[in-house]
């Protein structure tokens, strides 16, 4: 199976950051980045602004779709 370069993965590689690495930043465990970037898990907006912030991202829907999904 062929794995998906979204829009969450895009944004850890352009900030220079492993996942664990942005897990560690925001208290969080390495397991709920991955799903999360796999869009395993359907974060909060309060989540959702947080990761944006890490990564140095303005605008969640430049990560995340209506439903919370990464954008692919």
Not at 43 to 55: G, H, I, N, S, Y
Not at 67 to 72: A, D, L
Request: glycine content about 6%; overall charge positive.
């Amino acid at each position: 199976m062929k794995r998906r370069n979204n829009a969450v993965k895009r944004a850890v590689k352009a900030a220079g950051l492993t996942q664990t690495e942005l897990a560690q930043r925001l208290y969080y465990s390495s397991s709920m980045v991955s799903a999360l970037a796999r869009g395993r898990y359907v974060p909060r907006l309060d989540t959702a602004l947080k990761f944006c912030r890490a990564l140095g991202v303005d605008n969640p829907c430049a990560l995340f779709d209506e439903n919370g999904r990464p954008r692919p």
